[in-house]
């Protein structure tokens, strides 16, 4: 099966800039997910995707960053306007997991590098 | 809260010798635990996983993971390194007491192992 796709690979901005990342997931994965990965640390949950609904967003910053999944496949996460610490690899995952069974593995794609000067 | 701790930051090994991977964990409930792999410039990838049953779970390229819930441990082992197994491995937990819509993964900071000639 194809694996989670994810682009653009690398991105380098200036701060206050804005910057989009798109995924698109594995077929018939309902459950997507974004992480922010920064060096040295495990990657954090920003937000979940059941379908096209949001079910976790608690660690997503809100004042600057949004995400979508309209059609309930492909996802887009902007970030407006960058700061120096979101410099960080930007990772998206999918699962086959419904919400009453969330013990799936997650696919993860390659992920965005992102780096905010 | 849940949390996943691993307490060494890097393991090295010799190739051909045994090698563990620490980790444990902390859930109000019963833990649903991964370990995913992650090489360089490339996003993490599943493992394996214990969601109930045998304490010894196997998994991917030879690797097992051994359950105990008195020490609230899954340490990830190989009984012979190899070169190629040099990665950052991550441990993760999601509480099974929770609803599907509240149980997110929590990953750990990851472990950096090192397989030498």
């Known amino acids: 099966e194809a694996g989670v796709a994810q682009s653009p690979r690398y991105k380098i901005i200036e701060k206050r800039q804005s910057v989009a990342f798109w995924c698109n997931p594995i077929?018939?994965?309902?459950?997507l997910y974004w992480y922010q990965q920064i060096l040295g640390q495990g990657p954090k949950l920003l937000i979940q995707?059941?379908?096209?609904?949001?079910?976790?967003d608690s660690q997503l910053p809100k004042d600057r960053f949004s995400a979508e999944r309209l059609k309930g496949v492909d996802s887009t996460l902007k970030i407006q306007p960058a700061k120096l610490e979101d410099s960080a690899v930007y990772l998206c995952a999918s699962s086959f997991d419904r919400v009453h069974s969330y013990n799936s593995p997650l696919h993860f794609g390659n992920g965005t590098r992102l780096t905010v000067t | 809260a849940q949390s996943v701790a691993q307490p060494e930051d890097q393991v090295n090994v010799a190739e051909g010798n045994p090698l563990t991977v620490k980790c444990t964990y902390s859930v109000s409930g019963n833990p649903y635990l991964f370990w995913y792999v992650q090489y360089p410039n490339r996003g993490l990838q599943f493992l394996l996983k214990?969601?109930?049953?045998?304490?010894l779970v196997k998994g991917s390229y030879g690797f097992e993971a051994e359950f105990n819930k008195s020490q609230t441990s899954f340490h990830l082992k190989k009984p012979s390194a190899l070169v190629s197994d040099s990665a950052l491995y991550f441990c993760a937990v999601r509480d099974s007491r929770l609803p599907g819509t509240a149980s997110k993964l929590t990953f750990g900071t990851g472990t950096r192992l090192q397989v030498t000639l």
């Open positions: 995707f059941q379908n096209n609904g949001v079910v976790d």
């Open positions: 077929s018939g994965h309902a459950t």
């Open positions: 214990y969601i109930t049953g045998d304490n």
